[in-house]
């Protein structure tokens, strides 16, 4: 199939304008519109190691999250990690595409799916973006009974595979009404409180931010990765639907680079 069926399929599903403007999501490295893709590697970082892996595997273009490429290159020697991927990538013909906050953005996208693995319903956007098209930040939802918030986190804990989920001081509250982002959604905690949350769940955000909220909602950080690490299932199934035939791998490999002892 030619490459431009594969990208039009992503950017339907989540359009690039979507992106925020510190983005940097889309086509990045290597494929004209109409070369012939032999497989896609789904991931959610490029490192030296995806692309290693997505030779062997035989997919010539690999689809993540994260983006490679920020910020703009003003030498590629290889003295960092971004560099070697570039330089591996376009020494293999290897193709590096990234759907990063278009794809949160997006209705059905990888804050949807935080929502739906949860359990919420009645899913409405924190922050709606202006547009033709439904979108926005974040996600807030109900979910079916209200919970002790003790047991809402080990459940957290339980679904996403969390080593360490870091939180606020517990004050025997309920939880019914969730709010969440993926990623870095620190950005979002006022909007979370004005829209009456009882929780507001983030894969991370900074120390300061925790102060002064003590009353108002539980405050959890499931960690970056694991807030994410669906955005690949959501990958497959655009893929899969349109193209069984194309040839699809989810990575084997985990790229979160933090660690807990």
Not at 121 to 133: M, Q, V
Request: hydrophobic share 40%.
């Amino acid at each position: 199939m030619k490459a431009k069926l594969l990208l039009d399929a992503l950017e339907q599903y989540a359009p690039l304008p979507l992106q925020d403007s510190f983005d940097n999501a889309g086509l990045q490295i290597g494929l004209t519109e109409e070369q012939e893709v032999a497989g896609a590697l789904l991931c959610l970082d490029v490192t030296e190691e995806i692309i290693d892996e997505a030779v062997r595997k035989g997919c010539n273009v690999v689809i993540a999250h994260h983006p490679l490429l920020f910020h703009g290159l003003k030498s590629i020697t290889g003295k960092s990690y971004v560099e070697r991927c570039v330089i591996k990538a376009i020494k293999n013909n290897i193709a590096i595409y990234a759907a990063h906050t278009n794809m949160d953005n997006a209705q059905g996208g990888v804050n949807y799916r935080i929502a739906e693995t949860i359990g919420l319903t009645n899913l409405a956007f924190l922050d709606d973006k202006a547009g033709a098209i439904p979108a926005g930040s974040g996600i807030i939802g109900e979910l079916p009974t209200a919970e002790d918030e003790k047991n809402f986190l080990l459940r957290l804990k339980s679904l996403f595979g969390i080593q360490c989920i870091r939180h606020n001081a517990l004050c025997d509250r309920k939880v019914r009404r969730v709010a969440l982002c993926g990623g870095a959604g620190g950005f979002l905690l006022s909007k979370a409180i004005s829209l009456g949350a009882d929780a507001f769940l983030t894969g991370e955000m900074r120390y300061h931010d925790y102060f002064g909220h003590e009353g108002d909602l539980l405050i959890a950080e499931m960690g970056h990765y694991e807030s994410e690490q669906y955005t690949m299932d959501i990958f497959a199934e655009i893929l899969s639907n349109q193209f069984p035939e194309l040839k699809i791998v989810k990575t084997s490999l985990n790229t979160n680079p933090i660690n807990y002892l």
